[in-house]
């Protein structure tokens, strides 16, 4: 005698058809995720090598900023923004960082909350939050547009090593460890 087939139960069924949209949602979210950030790669890895753009911008503490004065100097430039996770995840190790750094490294934290909308008061809770030292540049969207496109703002962390003569020699893109970014800081030598 044979067994007769096995019939899906109610229950299984009602699974199945929760279960395979949630896994058909769970790889498309994969695949634009892994497209986004492989366009974002290619924009930050396309700045290597450009020289730093034209640009005069104010810290939070009124210091003027500009290309010319980042010059004789090696920098990084740290791009951060407020409601941004890995940006607050990674801000430990920044302001470790700033106390370790060489003295011929300056470090302007550049904030990308005013391209984005974000209004004062979410600046001055992350600013608060995130307790860094070293200045802090509100950045304008013709700045961000001369590193990685305006339309990319929102993708942070990321941190650019510039030279002395203003050349970026590396890109960072993502939450960094201080130890990652003292080894790309050989780079702008």
């Known amino acids: 005698m044979t067994a007769a087939p096995r019939r899906f139960s109610p229950s299984r069924r009602t699974w199945l058809a929760l279960l395979v949209p949630l896994l058909l949602l769970g790889i498309a979210h994969w695949a634009i995720t892994a497209g986004v950030r492989a366009h974002v790669d290619g924009l930050v890895d396309a700045a290597v090598g450009r020289p730093l753009p034209a640009f005069r911008l104010v810290d939070t503490g009124g210091t003027e900023w500009t290309a010319e004065s980042l010059r004789g100097k090696r920098a990084l430039l740290h791009f951060f923004r407020s409601f941004c996770g890995s940006c607050d995840a990674e801000a430990p190790g920044w302001r470790a960082l700033e106390a370790e750094l060489p003295a011929d490294v300056v470090l302007p934290h550049v904030m990308t909350d005013a391209v984005l909308g974000f209004a004062p008061p979410a600046h001055a809770a992350t600013l608060a939050r995130e307790g860094l030292v070293r200045s802090v540049v509100v950045a ?36 960094q460890e201080p130890a990652a970014v003292q080894r790309a800081l050989p780079a702008a030598r």
């Open 140 to 175: 304008d969207a013709a700045f961000v547009d001369g590193f990685h496109q305006v339309a990319w703002s929102n993708v942070t962390p990321i941190t650019y090593v510039v030279d002395a003569a203003g050349v970026i020699r590396f890109g960072l893109r993502g939450r």
